[in-house]
């Protein structure tokens, strides 16, 4: 490690380190009662929409909305206080103005709630008046047993008991992958369009001002939580830094951490304290801090949601060695180039394989890896994309595969519109290109079978395609540019490495 590394790790391991009650968070995240403080029939204010994305949502356990001028709330018996309903509560989510919070948490503590969710904002963000009442809040919390999501946040989710307890109703797709974010509209954000990607998502924790639990608490519970096998983080600062490098490092030995860090500039940071109140910190501290624990950084939010999709959908490459099919030489030079910047190697192909190729396509294909399968792979048979990539896929000395096929539907459909003559020969053409898509598609993704990385690049990519939508749907992702796939592919690979190195040094 450089000097200027072992510095900055220095200064990081001298953070003051809170001094608070460690949580089990299984209550959390598995409550049998939610009570919504502040509930309302209006789904235009925080306590309609946020009830009405648990309902919508599908939980399964009581709800209990609270609200002191209302009867009935979407159908619910709405109650005046916490302390007025017969049963326990395990979760509030308080959507109240922050000045009512703190009456509101001695209620949820003299009722025994565990665990509150604060919605409001108003706090630590707000300057010095509002970092003092948030310090009251959660003295109150605490000293009663209660421990606090918040405040300033959006809420929370866990797809395994259908709970959504989100101020913004983007309900994600069910699936393997739990996120915390500083940001809840980020986070929320990341789970829609990446559930759109066939991304799916186990658990959310907007964590917001972080006054009492905050983004370590969360990564340690997901790095021992059976259901979580990704871990996607966005933080502009971090709290503990001394908890962040002890659970990171336990984290990266079981799964991926991927983690998106705002305010590395000093506008950024000036945005996050104003944002979460967050100290950003040195970008150096972070980037060392990350190296030491095998975290895999993200650069911006389209590349969060890239790895996501990446490590979510992907097995692990045993290595670098890439094994590449197109039928368009100028995009697979491009594509050459990406993976050469990002360290992925292309193997020479073997004298078998070379043989087999020789018989499969014309002669006067490319005769390396890449291969150049030519435009007898788009006007001849689409059969040729598939066989030649299987042929990879069975190769011992190939580690992963980037297929470039033919996706022309979004771009057809587009062209298309703004022809004006022969409209009957264009929308055959279309009808026929679809129907070849939908076919192919079929045949394609029985190659995710061979238990190697398999990655779709297409210049043509566009998520209102079927095609995409089929490809990724089964666990193969589909990336629009050269430099996107050969980075989430290096990103596999480094990660991958870790594990090894850190297999080797336990021996």
């Not at 939580?225 to 984290?251: C, M, Q, S, W, Y």
């Not at 998106?260 to 979460?276: R, W």
Request: aromatic share 8%; proline share 4%.
């Amino acid at each position: 490690m450089r000097c200027d590394q072992k510095f900055y790790l220095h200064a990081w391991h001298h953070i003051e380190k809170r001094n608070t009650m460690r949580s089990n968070l299984n209550l959390l995240f598995n409550p049998e009662g939610v009570a919504v403080i502040g509930a309302s029939n209006n789904p235009a204010k925080v306590g309609g929409m946020t009830l009405l994305s648990i309902v919508s949502g599908g939980f399964k356990g009581e709800i209990y909305p609270i609200n002191q001028r209302e009867e009935e709330i979407f159908g619910f018996r709405a109650y005046k206080n916490v302390k007025d309903v017969p049963r326990k509560i395990d979760l509030a989510v308080i959507c109240v103005p922050a000045s009512s919070v703190k009456d509101v948490l001695r209620e949820c503590v003299e009722k025994g709630v565990k665990f509150g969710v604060i919605i409001s904002s108003g706090f630590g963000e707000a300057g010095g008046e509002g970092r003092a009442l948030e310090r009251e809040a959660v003295k109150i919390a605490n000293d009663g047993g209660m421990r606090i999501v918040g405040p300033n946040c959006m809420g929370m989710a866990n797809s395994d008991i259908k709970l959504y307890a989100l101020m913004n109703m983007l309900i994600p797709k069910e699936g393997k992958v739990s996120i915390v974010s500083q940001s809840g509209t980020l986070g929320s954000l990341t789970m829609a369009l990446a559930s759109d990607q066939g991304v799916g998502f186990n658990k959310f924790a907007s964590s917001g001002n972080e006054a009492d639990l905050h983004a370590e608490d969360f990564i340690e519970y997901f790095a021992q939580d059976p259901k979580t096998e990704v871990i996607l983080v966005f933080i502009e600062g971090l709290r503990d830094g001394r908890k962040f490098l002890k659970v990171a490092n336990e984290a990266t030995g079981n799964k991926p951490l991927v983690i998106l860090k705002g305010g590395i500039t000093e506008e950024g940071a000036k945005a996050a304290s104003s944002h979460t109140g967050s100290m950003a910190g040195s970008a150096p501290i972070y980037e060392a801090a990350f190296k030491q624990t095998g975290v895999i950084r993200a650069f911006d939010g389209e590349d969060l949601i890239d790895l996501a999709k990446g490590f979510a959908l992907l097995p692990l490459p045993k290595g670098r060695r890439v094994g590449m099919v197109s039928a368009w030489g100028g995009i697979a030079v491009l594509a050459s180039d990406s993976c050469a910047r990002h360290g992925l190697k292309f193997p020479e192909l073997s004298k078998d394989a070379m043989e087999k190729l020789d018989n499969l396509l014309p002669p006067f294909w490319s005769r390396r890896n890449p291969i150049d399968i030519t435009s007898a792979g788009i006007y001849g048979s689409w059969e040729i994309f598939i066989e030649t990539t299987e042929l990879l896929l069975r190769d011992d000395g190939i580690d992963a595969v980037i297929c470039m096929i033919p996706i022309f539907t979004p771009i057809f459909t587009s062209a298309f519109s703004r022809t004006t003559q022969y409209k009957d020969y264009t929308e055959n053409v279309l009808q026929f290109t679809e129907e070849m898509e939908r076919e192919f598609m079929k045949d394609f993704i029985r190659l995710r079978g061979y238990g190697k990385p398999l990655i779709v690049l297409s210049f043509f990519e566009g998520r209102e395609s079927e095609s995409v939508k089929t490809l990724e749907e089964n666990g193969i992702p589909v990336y629009r540019t050269p430099e996107k796939a050969a980075h989430v592919l290096s990103m596999l690979a480094k990660y991958k490495e870790y594990l090894t190195d850190l297999d080797v040094k336990s021996r």
